[in-house]
């Protein structure tokens, strides 16, 4: 105990180190006067327009189903609402079931979009149903929520061998990635039906696929994914999650994956054969060569 309170003793009072911290803190300030590099003063640094339109824009958007249908646009918006929902009707994303007694069914809310051209321009609306995860719990409606993406380091080596090997990329970008995936059956996740196309019955919707919003939704399409690349014959590389390995002719495939965005490396002909084989199982968007 003597040992203790010696120890103690010899630490000093709050007020010697508040003391000690504000005399080394004056020993560390610099007294120069400091002014702005000159370089930096031939240019003013400006948001993009196009980002300051977007965002006057975003404050356009109806923020319900009833303040669309209430506006000018009433009817495309109706035209787009009805696209989304057959889409998810015709991906089995969900089957109706009696409302459950010990289950919490969560709310689901529309996001309205109207697509502009770089102009500014309507180009096309666009209404996509998430579910309002934030009202998930987890160990009953979630367990897990990783997935890997690759690194920039990744990316960077692999755009690097491209151009040591002679080798092509190609930028693909999956259309609704996220309502891809499978819901595990162990896993039982309730919603109310949604908005403008709710029968009146009182049934609920089972979800059997991953919906935009949903907080497991990233894991479950890297899951989906993973398990289609592997069938393909890629290898997933130990150096990153989010880089897969493939040999063809004896030549190598790479495809980095970004939640929803791949980057082919290989020949001409190989990410040919690499994107017949995503087009069978998945909606792309092959975006650009590099």
């Known amino acids: 105990m003597s040992d203790v309170a010696d120890i103690l003793n010899d630490s000093g009072s709050d007020e010697d180190e508040e003391e000690q911290c504000d005399t080394a803190e004056s020993f560390r300030r610099s007294t120069r006067v400091r002014y702005p590099n000159p370089k930096y ?8 327009a196009s980002l300051v339109i977007e965002a006057v824009n975003s404050l356009m958007e109806p923020q319900t189903v009833d303040e669309a249908l209430s506006g000018p646009d009433a009817d ?10 057959g889409d998810l009707m015709r991906n089995n994303t969900w089957i109706l079931v009696e409302r459950p007694k010990d289950k919490k069914v969560l709310t689901g809310k529309w996001v309205l979009v109207k697509k502009r051209d770089a102009q500014g321009n309507v180009v096309r609306y666009r209404a996509r149903i998430t579910i309002k995860g934030c009202q998930q719990r987890y160990g009953v409606d979630y367990w897990e929520t ?6 920039q380091e990744a990316v960077k080596f ?7 090997l002679g080798l092509s990329a190609r930028h693909v970008d999956f259309v609704t990635a996220f309502l891809n995936g499978p ?3 162990d896993v039982e996740i309730y919603m109310e039906m949604p908005e403008y196309f709710d029968d009146g019955s009182g049934r609920v919707c089972k979800l059997l696929r ?3 919003g949903l907080k497991q939704a990233p894991m479950i399409w890297y899951q989906t994914l993973d398990k289609y690349l592997r069938q393909c014959g890629f290898r997933r590389t130990k150096m990153d ?3 897969y390995t493939r040999s063809v002719g004896g030549s190598p495939i790479f495809v980095a994956v970004y939640v929803d965005d791949l980057v082919i490396v290989g020949t001409d002909d190989n990410i ?3 994107l017949r084989e995503l087009q069978a199982k998945f909606k792309i968007k092959d975006l650009n060569s590099w």
């Not at 495309?76 to 929902?85: D, G, R, S, T």
């Not at 990783?146 to 690194?151: A, D, E, L, T």
């Not at 692999?158 to 040591?164: F, K, P, S, T, V």
């Open 272 to 274: 040919e054969l690499v």
């Open 183 to 185: 819901i595990d059956d």
């Open 76 to 85: 495309k918006w109706i035209k787009a609402l009805e696209k989304e929902y």
């Open 158 to 164: 692999i755009l690097l061998l491209a151009l040591h």
């Open 241 to 243: 999650g989010g880089i």
């Open 210 to 212: 991953s919906l935009y």
């Open 146 to 151: 990783y997935s890997p993406v690759v690194s």
């Open 41 to 48: 003063r031939d240019f003013e640094v400006d948001l993009p």
